[in-house]
C-alpha cells in the first residue's frame, strides 16, 4: 500500500497486479508505504475501510481517495499458478508443480480449496464493507500506460517502472469446459473487470 498525503490518494496493493515494481518506483515519493507484513501490504479495501480510513478522517479530517489496479481473470490466475510453479516451490504445499494449470483453476473453484489454490479473490478485495467507499479509481492491470499516466498527473512525477516478481513464462490456456466452468462460477470476477471498459 502506498499514502501520497498531499493528493490525498491511497493505492491499494491488490496481489498479482504489479502493484510492487510501482512500490519500488515511488517509495521516496509516497508518504507511507507499507511493504510488510504482506496482511497489511495487500490490505483489502475493506480492511483499509476499518483500520486505515478511520485514521485520516478522524486525525487528520481527511478523506483519501483510494486507486487499485485489476487484472483479467484468467491471466491473474495465470499468475498465481507460475508464481507457485518456481523452481524453489517444487515439494511445498503451496507448490503448483505437477498440476496443468486446468488443476490448478479446477482447485480453485472447490468450496474447500487446497493450499496451492487459495489466492483469494480480486473482486471481494475491492469490494467495500457495507457502508464502506468503493474504490475511485480502478485500472486494468493490461493498460499499464493509462495507470502511469494517471499518476504522473496526480504526484507531478516521471514514473520509471522495472519488472518485478516475474513469474516463469508458459502456455496458460484452459480448456473450454473449465473456462466455461471458471466464467459460471466466478462471475463476478469477470463483470467486474468488463466494468473498468478500455
Known amino acids: 500500500m502506498l499514502v501520497f498525503y498531499k493528493e490525498r490518494l491511497v493505492l491499494l496493493s491488490v496481489p498479482k497486479t504489479g502493484t510492487t515494481a510501482y512500490q519500488t518506483a515511488l517509495r521516496d515519493r509516497a508518504d507511507i508505504m507499507i511493504s510488510n507484513p504482506p496482511e497489511l501490504k495487500h490490505a483489502p479495501i475493506f480492511r483499509y475501510d476499518r483500520f486505515f480510513r ?75 464493507r457495507p457502508g464502506g467507499k468503493p474504490a475511485d479509481h480502478l485500472f486494468r492491470y493490461e493498460d499499464p500506460e493509462r495507470l502511469v499516466s494517471f499518476l504522473e498527473d496526480r504526484l507531478e512525477t516521471k514514473i520509471q517502472l522495472d519488472r518485478e516478481n516475474v513469474s516463469p513464462s508458459m502456455d496458460l490456456t484452459l480448456s473450454p469446459e473449465v473456462e466455461d466452468r471458471l466464467r459460471r462460477k466466478r462471475a463476478e470476477e469477470f463483470a467486474l473487470y468488463q466494468s473498468l471498459g478500455v
Open 54 to 128: 478511520p485514521i485520516f478522517e478522524k486525525v487528520c479530517d481527511t478523506e483519501m481517495e483510494i486507486m487499485a489496479v485489476m487484472r483479467e481473470p484468467i491471466s491473474w490466475l495465470g499468475s498465481w499458478y507460475r508464481y507457485r510453479r518456481r523452481p524453489y516451490m517444487a515439494g511445498r504445499p503451496n507448490s503448483t508443480h505437477g498440476l496443468s494449470f486446468d488443476d490448478f483453476v479446477l482447485a480453485y473453484l472447490k468450496g474447500d480449496q487446497p493450499s496451492f489454490a487459495r489466492v483469494g479473490s480480486q473482486a471481494r478485495f475491492l469490494t467495500p
